[in-house]
Every structure is written in structure tokens, then in C-alpha cells.
């Protein structure tokens, strides 16, 4: 059984910061991909950044330059630093990993959180 912690949301002022981050718990033996999605109201969830293993990162075009996605490989955790926060912004955020449970299965499965709610408004 593996779960993923979402923590850190809330209500900011635009141009405020946020930070979320995310604890990978339970029956792991490897961590491939993390990384946070977000699904606004009435709309599709939507990939705002990935880090790989090896500390290769990805961002969507809309949060390049403003967010900045970081992990902790010996405590499993990821976590996504939000700057300069704009209405836009506002969604569930969630996050996901790629993990193999056990040493003895070469599968990989994909997990999600729970969400996190991130309201930008003032």
C-alpha cells in the first residue's frame, strides 16, 4: 500500500508564495517521476511540473519561471514552490509519483494524492 500527503494550500494574495509538498508513505522501493497537476473548476487536470530521479525537471509554459518543482529522494517527498501567484493559478493541486513497490515486481503503478485546494484572490 502506498499513499501520497498532499500538505500547504490555502488562500494567497496574487504576487503571494505558496509551497505544497508531498510525502510518498508505505511499501516503496523506488520513486521514477513526481510531480503536481492541478485541475481548476470546470476544467481538465492539467501537468504544472515534473523532477525525474536524477533531478530533471519539466514545467508547463504557464508556470515557467514562477514555480520551481524540487524532491528528496532519501524521504520521498516533493515539493513545488509557487511565486508570484496569479488568479489563474487557482485549482486543486495534486500530486503523482511513479513507484515500484517491491524489488521482486518490475512493475511501475501510478499514485495520486488527495489534492490540495490553492485559491489566489484578494
Known amino acids: 500500500q502506498v499513499q501520497l500527503v498532499e500538505s500547504g494550500g490555502g488562500l494567497v494574495q496574487p504576487g503571494g508564495s505558496l509551497r505544497l509538498t508531498c510525502a510518498a508513505s508505505?511499501?516503496?522501493?523506488?520513486?521514477?517521476?513526481m510531480g503536481w497537476y492541478r485541475q481548476a473548476l470546470g476544467k481538465e487536470r492539467e501537468l504544472v511540473a515534473t523532477?525525474?530521479?536524477?533531478?530533471?525537471?519539466y514545467y508547463a509554459d504557464s508556470v515557467r519561471g514562477r514555480f520551481a518543482i524540487s524532491r528528496d529522494n532519501a524521504k520521498n517527498t516533493v515539493a513545488l514552490q509557487m511565486n508570484s501567484l496569479k488568479p489563474e493559478d487557482t485549482a486543486v493541486y495534486y500530486c503523482n509519483a511513479i513507484i515500484r513497490y517491491s524489488s521482486d515486481d518490475p512493475r511501475w503503478s501510478d499514485y495520486w494524492g488527495q489534492g490540495t485546494q490553492v485559491t489566489v484572490s484578494s
Open positions: 523532477i525525474t530521479a536524477g533531478v530533471s525537471t
Open positions: 508505505g511499501s516503496i522501493f523506488s520513486i521514477r517521476t
